[in-house]
Nanobody, 120 residues
Framework: VQLQASGGGLVQAGGSLRLSCAAS????????VGWFRQAPGKEREFVSQ????????DYADSVKGRFTISRDTAQNTVYLQMNSLKPEDTAVYYC??????????????WGQGTQVTVSS
């Protein structure tokens, strides 16, 4: 399974970005997809995940109500719509495929990461 994350950039506080995670590989459709982020000097943390069917969206408390995860099962692409961005959302965002779990060490496949920078 290969994952390609894209959509990061520089945005002002209060703005929006949409991240995409394109999955390829014979078994890509069978995994849940999660988004994690890592800010400088901090551990990689869970942000959101969605099941292989495209249901059961799950969010960290810090992004609930601002971020929306969705999945296009036909295109094997997962999106993370990020609204009302805050400077503390600044991080490298990674998508990962694996079992439905908030634990990063359970995700077997990882994308390369995309930088999100929110200016105040």
């Amino acid at each position: 399974v290969q994952l390609q994350a894209s959509g990061g950039g520089l945005v002002q506080a209060g703005g929006s970005l949409r991240l995409s995670c394109a999955a390829s590989g014979r078994t890509a459709h069978s995994y849940a997809v999660g988004w994690f982020r890592q800010a400088p000097g901090k551990e990689r943390e869970f942000v959101s995940q969605i099941s292989w069917r495209g249901d059961n969206p799950d969010y960290a408390d810090s992004v609930k109500g601002r971020f929306t995860i969705s999945r296009d099962t036909a295109q094997n692409t997962v999106y993370l719509q990020m609204n009302s961005l805050k400077p503390e959302d600044t991080a490298v965002y990674y998508c990962a495929a694996g079992p439905y779990s908030r634990q990063r060490n359970t995700f077997r496949y990882w994308g390369q990461g995309t930088q999100v920078t929110v200016s105040s």
